[in-house]
């Protein structure tokens, strides 16, 4: 074989190899959540992966959380994460609401995923309490309402307005932590309010009680921190898991409702490549693409 010959071959060889590794990059995803109060990140990337992922060799996961929904928006936009899953409805008021820079990526079936109040073990009693109520606005569709009234119906803040809670003399007042990071469900308005669903469905516990209700603004992050400590004797979610195992988000000595709102779908959300905002619209190539690469 005479010199040319060689060279091209080699050329070939570096050529073929480098298609190779190419074709077989590992895609690292880093996605951003909520942050959960029984888990770590690195625990809770396993359980991602267990329960999650998908069955393909050259895509990687790592899950970051965020004490708040504003700080998971902010390290999107910085480029931090890649992508953060919300539940369905939260994911499709953020998008429908001021986020023009941000699109869906993923619906992620997940059968069964929920919220539900959180308790201290040492408050059953009220526990109980709050289960008895559910039941009634469950069973009378008030429940079911609150839910179409101001969840499935809801696209702006404009249409999430404070309840008024019913005032109780010489009654109880529990102190309820809220959240603001799950909207429309748990919403506090720009002027640091509790409005809509949160405060409805509270309104309607209160009533049947006959207890006062006072909401308390904690980040999602202290959630738990706020109960155990007794700055609140409930808090409005946790996030559970219906039909499976995962109690990533429920620490010991925290006891549970029954589920007040419950989902199928996470939606992961992406920002916008620069260079398409502004298209012709939707389109399938890009978009299945851009799920693996910023």
């Known amino acids: 074989m005479n010199i040319k010959k060689k060279i091209f071959c080699a050329l070939i060889l570096l050529v073929l190899a480098a298609v190779s590794v190419n074709a077989f990059e590992i895609k690292l995803i880093k996605l951003g959540l909520l942050a959960k109060m029984n888990s770590t990140e690195s625990e809770y990337t396993n359980t991602w992966k267990k329960t999650f992922a998908p069955h393909n060799e050259i895509l990687k996961l790592n899950i970051k959380f965020y004490d708040s929904l504003s700080a998971m928006q902010l390290a999107l936009t910085k480029g931090e994460i890649d992508q953060m899953v919300l539940p369905e409805s939260v994911a499709n008021y953020f998008l429908n609401s001021t986020h023009k820079d941000f699109e869906a990526v993923l619906a992620l079936p997940s059968p069964g995923r929920g919220l539900a109040f959180g308790f201290l073990e040492s408050n059953k009693k009220l526990r109980d309490e709050f289960n008895q109520a559910l039941q009634i606005l469950r069973d009378d569709w008030t429940l079911s309402s609150l839910e179409g009234l101001y969840i499935s119906s809801i696209t702006n803040e404009d249409n999430l307005e404070p309840i008024e809670f019913p005032k109780f003399e010489n009654a109880e007042t529990i102190k309820v932590a809220v959240t603001g990071d799950l909207p429309p469900i748990d919403f506090i308005t720009p002027m640091g309010a509790p409005a809509g669903f949160n405060t ?43 039909v499976g195992r995962d109690k990533a988000d429920i620490p010991d000595g925290v006891i549970l409702s029954s589920p007040y709102f419950t989902w199928n779908k996470f939606i992961h959300i992406k920002k916008i490549p620069e260079k398409v905002k502004g298209g012709s619209g939707w389109n399938y190539k890009r978009n299945f693409l851009n799920l693996y690469r910023r």
């Open 200 to 242: 409805a469905v509270l309104a309607e516990i209160g009533r049947l009680l006959k207890k006062n209700i006072e909401c308390v603004n904690i980040e999602a992050g202290g959630r738990s921190a706020a109960l155990s400590s007794g700055r609140v004797d409930v808090v409005f979610w946790y996030e559970i898991d219906t």
